[in-house]
Structure formats: C-alpha cells, structure tokens
C-alpha cells in the first residue's frame, strides 16, 4: 500500500476541485491511500475580499511570515510516498496558509519524500514556486514535478475577471468578450490525466527514483512575456513589503496611509506594464530570444536550486 499526502488550501474551492481531478484516479486504486489535509488558518481569510483586508496580507505573503494556523490533523510519524503540496498565489508568494504549513514543525514530514507542487493563480506563479522551491530545500523534501493552472482569458481579461471575483465574488463571464473568472473546466478536468500519471507511478515503483513523472505532459506552460515582469515585480514587492511591515502589523491602522500609497503604486505598475509589455513582446524579447529560451527552460523545470538565492 503506497501512501499519499494531499495539502491544500482553496479560497473559492477551485483549487479544491482541481486537487479532485488530479487524486480521482488514485482514490479509485486499492493499492493507494489517500490522506488529504485541509490548511485551517487559526482566523480564517475573508471570500470576497475587502479591499483593504485584501492588500493588507501583502507584505506577510511576500516575506512568508507565518499566520497562527489550526493544528494540522495527519500523523507527521507517517512515512508517505508522495505528498501532494496545491496552493494558489498571493503577490507572487504561496498563500499564507502554506506559508503557515512549510514554515511549520509538521512540515518536516516531507523530508526526503518526493513532492508535487499544484499551483492554482491568475497567470504569475515563477516567483511563488521559487519560493516553495527554496522552502522544499530547506527541509529537505524532493520536488519532482510542478503542475501549474492558470485562468482562461488574455492577461487584460484575466486582470478584470480576477478582481471581479476576489472583491465581489462575481464569477460569471460577462459583455461577451470577458469569459468566467478562474481556471477552465476543461482544464480542471483535463488535469485528471496527471493523476493517472502519478497513479501509474506509484503503482511502478517509478515513484522511488525521485525523477519527474509528468514530463511532457504539458503540466506547465511558461509563458516569455510574463518572466520579466514578474522578476520585476518581485523585487519591488520585496522593498515595499519591509515598508509596509515595519508600519505595522496586519490589521493595525498604523499602516494603513502605507498600504493606500502601496495600492497607488501597484495600480500604476499595472498601468503601465500592459503597454510596456507590448514593447516587451514585439520589439526587446525577439532580440534576447537565447536568453529567454534558457529561463524558460529553467522555470520549467521542476527541481533547480531557486534562482532566488543566487
Ligand atoms: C491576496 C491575493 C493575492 C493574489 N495574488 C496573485 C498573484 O500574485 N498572481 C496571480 O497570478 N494570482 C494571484 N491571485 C489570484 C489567486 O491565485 C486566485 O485567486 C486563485 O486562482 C484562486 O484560488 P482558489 O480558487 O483556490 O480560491 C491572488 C489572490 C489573492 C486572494
């Protein structure tokens, strides 16, 4: 009997459905034993966001300070075969409540355990898988394959049906050029063929070689026009978020002045990264195809020490 750990988190429960189609076909096996842990943080987050709360968990997302988190129900003496790590992004960082769980003592029980990542976002999860990246190294656990679902529509679309959904919960597509917010269903359903992969995997004993399993599946897309953009950001976020905490803790009204200067700023990073991505993608990324080719090839690899740290 293999045995199989499934951490997760879901806000809306769309991570949730896509954990479901991924583990279908390990629950219809006999010889696999599924233990899913739902993260509980000890207050949880609010869905639909308000706006200020929403900006508010910025700069703990980005420096992965841990929330106060309900005790995590499996048994962490477990030696587990597999442990299937899905979470979606919070300003290019894991969720809070995954921060919550890597940076917890129980985390340890993936230590030299084989790991796969399912990442759940908009479209800009680079920099929150290189942080998962690093926090794996760390305790030792072994990334094997990272699977990654992004939501339908074009990076415009995309912005507008997004915050449409996490500020009014409104998840419809609407004016006929906005499709629904979120990742599509063809898509969630089509991520069951990832598990049939794992499945066979694990039936195999491939599982034990710690090497990839869905390779050549198409489990991540790395999409040139976003690298750059989100490196970008990145290291502004870094800058603002130790801003923004030494102001103040979450929720005190010290940082508020802090936090409506931020949501300037982002608004205006948004603004202009739409035309100048259009720069970006018809006139500077055909000169440094080589150089892209090689980050691509990096990010869509799911092991590498984090590019973070160098
Ligand atoms: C506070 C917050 C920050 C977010 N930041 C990002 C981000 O940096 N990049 C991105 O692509 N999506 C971002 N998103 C979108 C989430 O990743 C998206 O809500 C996720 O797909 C929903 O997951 P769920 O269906 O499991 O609730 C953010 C969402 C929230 C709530």
Known sequence: MKKVLVIHYSQSGQ????VKSITRPLLQSKKIELVFEELQPAEPYPFPWPLIKFIDVFPESVL????EMKPFLFDADTRF???LLAYQVWFLSPSLPVTGFLKSTKASVM???PIITIVNCRDKWLMAQE???ESLRRIGGKLIDNVALVHQGNPITTLITTLRWLWAGKKEGFWKIFPPAGVSDDDIRGAERFGEAI???LETGEIEKREPVLKGMGAVKVDADIIQQEEVAQRNFFVWAKILRAAGRQGEWKRLPFLVLFMLYLSSLILISIPLSVVFKLIINPLRRKALQKKIEYYEKPSGSSILHK
């Open 131 to 133: 942080k998962v990246k």
């Open 111 to 113: 230590k030299d355990v």
């Open 64 to 67: 992965m300070e841990p929330p």
């Open 199 to 201: 499945l066979h995997a």
């Open 81 to 83: 075969d597999l442990v």
């Open 15 to 18: 991570l949730t459905e896509i």
